[in-house]
């Protein structure tokens, strides 16, 4: 007779919502790589407009031209506080999301451990009503023989 868990389902549904918390940790983790590409590109159009700006201060200046310049840094700037402000956020939630993948990970070995106790127990048995099986047998045989 093969060893049936009477949790099975459970174990399953378990292991099941380890796997969608891990997708969502995944998740996060990928969102929070693409914010901080946002940042870094941000940051080199800053670093780019510097630079361009330093080379175009010689000969003839326009007024116009260095206010849009300074506008534009400006918005850069306010770009990338707004990025770090998501992306705080989604590290707090990519932390939330790793507690929850330690809580449904917990909750899967727990069952794994019962369904591992229930099997050794299960074998236990086995073995135990195969002995007395195989004593029954031998005390059979036993009685026969004594008896011809």
């Known amino acids: 007779m093969p060893f049936e868990f009477r949790f099975a389902a459970l174990l399953e549904l378990r292991r099941q919502e380890r796997d969608e ?7 996060a983790n990928a969102a929070i790589d693409k914010v901080n590409e946002h940042v870094d590109e941000k940051q080199h159009e800053r670093m ?8 175009s201060r010689r000969g003839d200046v326009s007024v116009d031209a260095l206010l849009s310049l300074g506008r534009y840094d400006l918005q850069l700037q306010a770009d990338i506080e707004a990025l770090n402000l998501t992306l705080g956020e989604l590290i707090t939630e990519l932390e ?24 050794l127990e299960f074998r236990a048995l ?12 031998t005390t059979r045989r036993y009685t026969i023989q004594r008896q011809r």
């Open 48 to 55: 780019l407009l510097r630079d361009g700006s330093n080379v």
């Open 96 to 119: 939330r999301r790793r507690g929850k993948l330690v809580d449904a990970e917990a909750e899967l070995k727990r069952f794994q451990k019962l369904r591992d106790n229930a099997e």
């Open 126 to 137: 086995e073995t135990k009503r195969e002995h007395a099986e195989a004593d029954e047998v």
């Open 21 to 27: 918390v891990g997708a969502a940790v995944g998740q």
